[in-house]
Every structure is written in structure tokens, then in C-alpha cells.
């Protein structure tokens, strides 16, 4: 069996996403959910195994983030923007990790 190597992209506002160019992952500049949605569904298809997605971006999208929740890979996490928190991101690592242990311990 081959040793399947991923990527790592970065889907949102390009000043959001800028930085993480620095550190050697992919980046994709959306300007709306509708365009998001498509760049996810595209990178999906391809070798990425993370796919960092900006929480204002994934407000727009839920249905879609809803879908990639269901999958193994590519794994779709929220992070904030670089005008701040707006909570989605760690409510969802809070239920994630009540539905692996049963119980919510953060």
C-alpha cells in the first residue's frame, strides 16, 4: 500500500489566509460563501487531507460543512479571522469531542 501524502489548504479572506503562506500551505482567496463552497468541493477531489476554512466563511456555508463533518479526510477546521472569534470553530471542537467521549470535559 502507498504512503499517501496530503496537502494542507487555506480557504478564506485573502488578509486572513496570507500568513499561512509563510508556513508552507496552500491558499485560496474566496470573497463569497458561494465561491467557498466551490473551492472546498474542488480541493476535496484532491490530495488534501486538512482544509482550514475561516469561520466567517463557514457562517455562510453550513450545509456544506455539515457534509464534510461526515468524512474522514479532508478533515474541514475553522479558525478564526483576522478580525477575531466569532465561536463556531470552538463550539464545533466542543461537540466533537462530547460525541467521542460522551461528555463535554472542556
Given at each position: 500500500?502507498?504512503?499517501e501524502q496530503y496537502k494542507i489548504a487555506v480557504v478564506g479572506n485573502r488578509d486572513a489566509i496570507l500568513p499561512f503562506r509563510l508556513i508552507g500551505f496552500?491558499?485560496?482567496?474566496?470573497?463569497?460563501?458561494?465561491?467557498?463552497q466551490r473551492r472546498l468541493d474542488e480541493l476535496a477531489k484532491q490530495a488534501y487531507?486538512?482544509?482550514?476554512?475561516?469561520e466567517d466563511f463557514a457562517e455562510m456555508i453550513p450545509e456544506t460543512i455539515r457534509y464534510y463533518d461526515t468524512l474522514i479526510t479532508p478533515a474541514v477546521i475553522l479558525i478564526p479571522t483576522h478580525k477575531g472569534c466569532i465561536g463556531i470553530g470552538s463550539q464545533r471542537i466542543r461537540e466533537n469531542?462530547?460525541?467521542a467521549v460522551g461528555q463535554n470535559i472542556l
Open positions: 500500500m502507498a504512503n496552500d491558499t485560496f482567496p474566496v470573497v463569497s460563501g458561494e465561491q467557498a487531507g486538512i482544509i482550514y476554512l475561516t469531542v462530547e460525541k
